[in-house]
T-cell receptor
Framework: GAVVSQHPSRVICKSGTSVKIECRSL??????MFWYRQFPKQSLMLMAT?????????EQGVEKDKFLINHASLTLSTLTVTSAHPEDSSFYIC?????????????FGPGTRLTVL | QKEVEQDPGPLSVPEGAIVSLNCTYS??????FMWYRQYSRKGPELLMYTYSSGNKEDGRFTAQVDKSSKYISLFIRDSQPSDSATYLC???????????FGPGTSLSVIP
């Protein structure tokens, strides 16, 4: 299957700082990327969907000014958690999809564990 | 009622057992059904991908979809300790729609 990477794999930051997480599709061009958040022992909750070159579509209840998503190219999407607080501590996972002509499946990155002190 | 329901477990079985994992859903528009395996602190890994009703087999894994009952299953034969993980069912309406995940079932296979 296609490979999706995330960087960093884990980050610890102080309350009030901003954190950027990168999601890259390594061997294919992804027209759509998805960002999920997963709290311990819970399922993945979709935060937003981003298409290359356009604004992200956020799910209900997700603050778009707090979780900034940029999808500048077909291989890179970034999620910036602005002014992070302890309640933002979670496992953030991206997925990439839209491999035209190959599969409609989503391929997931390994996740980024964010801890806000 | 949640859109996708799944027994969270934990489910503990001896090595070699047949494991049955299930999900029910409420949205009759779902057409694509997936099973993902997620190891602790890792991203989900796609196991099975099925369109509409029917069965699909891949090695020790068999996925079943019954759209009339809004019920999907994943069977694991000859379970191994390496199968110990959380299994997430997932589904969506169209091939490019957002994926809705179940809460996951935690499975432990005891040697």
């Amino acid at each position: 299957g296609a490979v999706v990477s995330q960087h960093p794999s884990r980050v610890i930051c102080k309350s009030g700082t901003s954190v950027k997480i990168e999601c890259r599709s390594l061997d294919f061009q992804a027209t759509t990327m998805f960002w999920y958040r997963q709290f311990p022992k819970q399922s993945l909750m979709l935060m937003a969907t981003s298409n290359e070159g356009s604004k992200a579509t956020y799910e209900q209840g997700v603050e778009k000014d707090k979780f900034l998503i940029n999808h500048a190219s077909l291989t890179l999407s970034t999620l910036t958690v602005t002014s992070a607080h302890p309640e933002d501590s979670s496992f953030y996972i991206c997925s990439a999809g839209g491999l035209a002509g190959v599969t409609n499946e989503q391929f997931f990155g390994p996740g980024t564990r964010l801890t806000v002190l | 009622q949640k859109e996708v329901e799944q027994d969270p477990g934990p489910l503990s079985v001896p090595e070699g057992a047949i494991v049955s994992l299930n999900c029910t859903y409420s949205n009759s528009a779902f057409q694509y059904f997936m099973w993902y395996r997620q190891y602790s602190r890792k991203g989900p890994e796609l196991l099975m991908y099925t369109y509409s009703s029917g069965n699909k087999e891949d090695g020790r894994f068999t996925a079943q979809v019954d759209k009339s009952s809004k019920y999907i299953s994943l069977f694991i034969r000859d379970s191994q300790p390496s199968d110990s993980a959380t299994y997430l069912c997932a589904m969506r309406e169209t091939s490019y729609d957002k994926v809705i995940f179940g809460p996951g079932t935690s499975l432990s296979v005891i040697p």
